[in-house]
């Protein structure tokens, strides 16, 4: 053996030891983590020392897909301030607010407003908000909601003027708040892999893999934790349902004549008395008397002295604490309150951290709306899994067979350098921190298929030069220099193609295309270089002389 | 192991209006079934126009369409013979609860058949994922009195706004990763063979669209992924070969180009071959192994791939023959080389050439040998290219 083909060899040993430890990790210093609970080790198989051991089974993020899990595409939507302006004092008192904000959402409720309105009076004022995209939209709004006040209210109240619309719109420093209350609420949900990602100007994306309860999660993150303490009208009667499995309580409203009335149109008649942005970032869990947990939280002093100018005066009325559009409870007002108070009514203990975080983490400036939702369960996930690496080895051992038929010894050349081939695709996609996705495991078995090209067309030059009557060594350099031109051209498209679907792709297709990038430009190395190796090793034993182990 | 392939003496080029005709009926099947469904679609939903026909030709999945599929898992696999009571009670299932669904029943090709799809319409466009989870929700809860143990395992919605940027990406992708093929080829190849590599990808490419068409199999954007490797393995099926025929062109100067293509196919085929088994060995894996979600993706790389190996030996070289024939066929009349068997060769009727073009090359080869070939040292590594040439020539000798 000459000796650069002897450092050839070591170095080669060296790629593959190295690989291995990079794709198995079976000797690490530290414990590892569990990739689906943070901060949680797996007990090693063994230790010695500072050394722990872990078997050799290839350890490799996997992706929502293969383990369950959600990926969202949110979208920040604007909102409009639509303020009408009323000649004479629509609600003089403010006990009269209550009944004008009932009349103005029934006005407004067969109106086509693209989603629920939320309502404010004032002395003179009345302020409707909304989801709208642009300055023309709300303005198209503004004539509808103009016309019907007018249509309604104008006989009453005089003329009507309709204010300068004020548009709430995403800018990059409220996408930048969104995000850093995002990642608070996303942290909290204790996930070790958690992605949170900023897409263009006002999308956001958010993998949650290994996720047990995807639509409480969403709900979670979605919250744009508009907390509001409203003042319910006398009208309705408050009754608690029986608790459903799993503890909360619900709120149920009935009218004069004991019908039962719809959350949100309670909602849209009560005026708002305080916001969740008075509310000091200290809130936290308890228990009240009879072991039930309840949210504490504490006023800014602005907040406080409405709060306590409404308590002192409503005495014995509802009040309505209500979260994101939905009455999480509706206490009766017994005492003037100031500046603390108690959220009752939630349920498990759970759900009562969730709003404490909720409430503390801050309200998000903007609506988020779910533009794209893929949710996979871990079942389905480990049933792709499976049966993908099933397919995969199948494949993979089909080609390993079919190449040492074809090709004799060259041929079980190949098949190592195709097994080395696979180590390394793995090494590479894990030291980039790639997770493997279904379409990713897609894109390595296809590969595999890919990598035996270059060999196949390196053995076919073999082929020939051999019957050409060449000697093994030189039919050897011939066929892989003469080769090499047609393969490194028709990888190069491959290449190509690759790199237009990781920038166009989606995340789906980017899992794809990523592992078929590194497999093609992983195949070009070990195809020729390892092959090309062993078969400079093999030449010079004596198989060499056996023509017909190379398939001549 | 057996050789199918060396020593044949097949024309391959002679028969080329077949292959043409070939390649032309099979994407001319595929159009009908494109036409047919856009119109089917046109009509379905009451639109019109030949744009709308046009877009609506494949099976458009969600990406493509916005909306919600909800994937059900249940315990116990449906039978063959199950399936259609099945899909009938489930069908009512969801009509009663007031759901618009297309359902079907699916699994892997080879394995249990138990996972029920549903893609269900929405009314409301402002909350379409609560509304979908809902249904999902409410969905389930009818299966489980039916199939107990029955798992909602996938909800998918794609929104209007998503789907708006799925569609101009899958777009922008295909164009720009065609063009770039293309700058590609165009710089290592001259313009003759960078077009008809072009032309065989778009064949793959509409011979891939038209599968999808005629079985009217789903399409989601991993279809575009489908799309542009078919075009990367068929450029780079369609490579190997013209560097082939680049090659022999160099070494077999007095030949035609015809027959040059013919003997490079012929020696390259055993690799396109090859090649196109060991992708097709770890497809056909996926396909029959794999769950749902990759079957169709497999099924249109097994479709695409040998697509794109008929048409790098049957279409692009053939054009290409084609093309450098006119112009062999211009020089002519100014009086260039006498050559008058190889042109015999070119004779439009495809029957006539099998007799003359054996001879043709018989009798060119010695001469080639003898231009080509001192005898050259068995362990010269040959880096250099004239000695490539050399020892290619001395293979020829076979011929």
Not at chain 1, 432 to 453: K, N, Q, R
Not at chain 1, 495 to 500: G, H
Not at chain 2, 170 to 186: D, E, Q, R, S, T
Request: proline content about 5%.
């Amino acid at each position: 053996m000459q000796a650069r083909t002897r450092a050839w060899l070591i170095g080669i040993i060296v790629l593959v030891v190295a690989c291995f430890q990079i794709v198995c990790e079976p000797i690490r210093f530290s414990p590892r983590i569990d990739p689906l609970r943070a901060g949680e080790e797996l007990p090693p198989a063994a230790r010695i020392g500072a050394v722990y051991l872990y078997p050799p089974l290839p350890v490799i993020n996997l992706g929502l897909d293969l383990r369950g899990g959600i990926h969202v595409v949110l979208k920040a939507r604007n909102q409009a301030m639509l303020p009408f302006e009323f000649d004479k004092a629509i609600a003089p008192e403010d006990s009269d607010r209550v009944e004008m904000q009932g009349v103005v959402a029934n006005l407004l409720r067969t109106l086509d407003l693209g989603g629920v309105p939320s309502i404010d009076i004032a002395t003179k004022l009345v302020t409707v908000r909304l989801q709208a995209e642009d300055k023309k939209q709300a303005e198209k709004y503004q004539q509808l909601i103009l016309a019907r006040l007018r249509e309604g209210l104008g006989a009453q109240y005089g003329p009507i003027q309709a204010r300068e619309p004020e548009l709430i719109q995403m800018t990059s420093q409220k996408i930048r708040q969104v995000m850093g209350i995002l990642e608070q609420r996303v942290n909290n949900l204790g996930l070790a892999e958690a992605v949170l990602q900023r897409q263009g100007e006002d999308k956001v994306i958010i993998g949650l893999p290994g996720i047990t309860d995807p639509e409480q999660a969403l709900k979670v993150i979605r919250s744009t934790a508009q907390l509001e303490f409203r003042h319910i009208p006398r009208k309705y009667q408050v009754e608690l349902s029986t608790p459903e499995a799993g503890g909360a309580r619900g709120v149920m409203f009935s009218d004069e004549a004991g019908n039962e009335v719809p959350e949100s149109q309670v909602i849209t008649e009560s005026p708002v008395i305080v916001r969740g942005d008075q509310l000091k970032p200290n809130s936290k869990v308890d228990y009240d008397n009879s072991g039930f947990p309840v949210v504490t939280f504490e006023f800014k002093p602005q907040g406080s002295d409405a709060f306590w100018k409404f308590t002192r005066t409503h005495k014995g009325q509802y009040l309505g604490i209500i979260l994101d559009n939905h009455v999480i409870s509706a206490p009766v007002v017994r005492a003037a309150i100031r500046t603390r108070g108690q959220i009752e009514g939630i349920g498990a203990t759970r759900e009562a951290q969730q709003l404490s975080v909720l409430l503390n983490a801050g309200a998000l400036p903007i609506p988020l709306e779910i533009e794209e939702n893929r949710t996979v369960s871990a079942t389905l996930g480990k049933d792709s899994l499976v049966r993908s690496m099933w397919a995969g080895l199948v494949g993979l051992i089909i080609v390993l067979i079919f190449m040492v038929a074809y090709y004799r010894l060259p041929g079980l050349l190949a098949d190592l350098a195709l097994i080395v081939y696979c180590l390394l695709v793995l090494a590479v996609l894990k030291l980039f921190s790639a997770t493997l996705t279904l379409p990713g495991i897609f894109g390595i078995i296809l590969s595999i298929g890919m990598a035996v090209d270059a060999n196949v067309i390196i053995f076919e030059r073999l082929k020939e030069e051999l019957r050409a009557q060449k000697t093994l060594k030189s039919a050897i350099e011939a066929g892989f220099n003469r080769a090499w031109t047609a393969i490194l051209d028709s990888n190069v498209c491959s290449i190509l193609t690759a790199v237009v679907l990781i920038w166009l792709g989606t995340a789906a297709i980017k899992g794809f295309a990523i592992t078929l990038l590194i497999g093609v430009v992983c195949s070009l190395f070990t195809a020729v270089t390892v092959t090309r190796l062993l078969m400079h090793i093999t030449s010079g034993t004596s198989a060499a002389k056996k023509l017909p182990w190379f398939g001549v | 192991m057996v050789e199918l392939f060396r020593g044949r003496k097949w024309d391959l080029v002679g028969l080329r209006n077949y292959w043409f005709a070939i390649s032309l009926i099979t994407i001319l099947v595929g159009a009908y079934f494109f036409i047919h469904n856009g119109i089917a679609t046109a009509r379905r939903e009451h639109r019109g126009g030949v744009l709308f026909v046009l877009s609506h030709g494949l099976n458009l999945g969600i990406d493509f369409t916005s909306g919600g599929q909800l994937t059900y898992q249940v315990e116990k696999p449906f039978s063959a013979r199950e399936m259609t009571p099945a899909l009938a009670a489930i069908r009512s299932d969801v009509e009663r609860l007031g759901i618009t669904a297309e359902i079907q029943i699916s699994g892997s090709a080879l394995g249990p058949k138990n996972q029920i799809l549903l893609r269900t319409k929405t009314t409301r466009p402002e909350a379409m994922s609560e509304e979908i989870q809902d249904q999902g929700r409410r969905i389930l809860e009818a299966f489980r009195a039916r199939y107990p143990g029955a798992e909602l395992v996938s909800t998918e919605m794609v929104g209007p706004v998503i789907r708006e940027e799925l569609v101009t990406n899958a777009i922008a992708a295909v164009a720009i990763g065609m063009i770039l093929v293309l700058l590609w080829i165009m710089i290592r190849y001259d313009f003759k063979f960078a077009v008809c590599a072009i032309i065989a990808l778009i064949h793959d490419v509409l011979v891939v669209v038209g599968a999808f068409a005629i079985l009217y199999k789903e399409v989601n954007s991993p279809f575009v992924a489908v799309v542009l490797t078919v075009v990367g393995f068929s450029v780079h099926d369609t490579v190997v070969i013209f560097d082939r025929i680049r090659e022999n062109l160099k070494l077999r100067k007095g030949a035609t180009f015809g027959e040059t293509t013919n003997i490079s196919l012929l020696e390259t085929m055993a690799r396109s071959v090859n090649t196109v088994l060991t992708v097709l060995f770890t497809t056909f894996a996926l396909y029959l192994l794999g769950g749902h979600t990759l079957r169709d993706f497999a099924l249109g790389l097994i479709i695409g791939i040998t697509s794109g190996a008929y048409s790098s030996i049957f279409n692009a070289s053939q054009l290409l023959v084609v093309w450098k024939q006119r112009e062999e066929r211009k020089r002519k009349p100014a009086g260039a080389r006498p050559a008058p068997a190889p042109r015999r060769v070119e004779a439009p009727t495809p029957r006539a050439i099998p007799a003359p073009a054996a001879p043709a090359k018989q009798e060119q080869q010695p001469s080639l040998v003898g231009a080509a070939a001192p005898p050259i040292s068995g362990s010269a590594p040959g880096r250099s290219k004239a000695k490539a040439h050399k020892k290619k020539a001395k293979r020829k000798r076979r011929y």
